[in-house]
């Protein structure tokens, strides 16, 4: 399966600070195995093709909420078909 990359502009910025807090908090907390690369990858790969996310909501999360949206989704998301498996379900995952 190829794997739909492109997000809107506005779309990019929320990934990005998104990606770039959840560094900053495995920091503060002495974790250094994420990269931003795999996660700006994982949000992506969740949002365009198994569960789109509300990504100002998840930008605005609570510090347990982000971590919990973003290390479930690394945790769940199968790299080869890009979808989230075990019945997750992020918590600022969009209305249907």
Not at 17 to 26: F, K, L, Q, Y
Not at 52 to 66: C, T
Not at 75 to 82: F, I, P, V
Request: net charge negative; with cysteine.
């Amino acid at each position: 399966m190829e794997i739909n990359w492109h997000l809107e502009p506005e779309e990019v910025a929320l990934v990005e600070a998104i990606a770039d807090r959840c560094i900053s908090i495995c920091r503060k907390y002495g974790s250094r195995d994420v990269s931003r690369d795999g996660i700006l990858m994982d949000l992506i790969a969740t949002h365009n093709h198994s569960c789109k996310l509300d990504l100002a909501k998840l930008a605005a999360a609570p510090e347990f909420d982000l971590m919990h949206d973003v290390m479930g989704i690394r945790r769940h998301l199968n790299r080869e078909t890009a979808q989230l498996e075990g019945h997750f379900l992020p918590r600022c995952a969009a209305p249907a």
